[in-house]
């Protein structure tokens, strides 16, 4: 949610600024100063600027979502493996019970037919 507010209100900015420069373009064709032109291609220059560096913030976002995602795909895959050892685990811990159990049984019978 937050990345989507933070998106929304860049892409707000990004009209605002595009308005600005329209209306800048607009006042220079009716203006005779010279100092019009100069405002106009400085902001230009300011807007494209702004533009190349939330592009390299998006870039950076992007690799960023994509290391988490692979970072918790990891860590998924790490706790379903340990899960699945544990419970191979579990399973050779209650067989070496049954046949401790079988070993304690067959070791009293055979002490009782010596008897």
């Not at 933070?6 to 373009?25: D, V």
């Not at 100092?35 to 533009?51: N, S």
Request: aromatic letters at 4%.
């Amino acid at each position: 949610q937050e990345a989507k507010k933070k998106e929304e209100q860049l892409g707000l900015r990004e009209e605002q600024r595009a308005q600005i420069l329209k209306q800048m373009e607009q006042k220079s064709s009716t203006s005779t100063s010279e100092d019009v032109p100069k405002a106009q291609a400085f902001f230009k220059m300011f807007f494209q600027q702004q533009q190349e560096e939330r592009k390299a913030v998006e870039v950076q976002d992007k690799r960023q979502a994509s290391a988490r995602e692979q970072v918790s795909e990891s860590l998924q895959q790490r706790k379903s493996d340990a899960k699945k050892a544990a419970e191979e685990a579990e399973a050779i811990a209650k067989r070496i019970e049954e046949l401790a159990k079988q070993a304690r049984a067959a070791a009293d019978e055979a002490k009782r037919q010596a008897a």
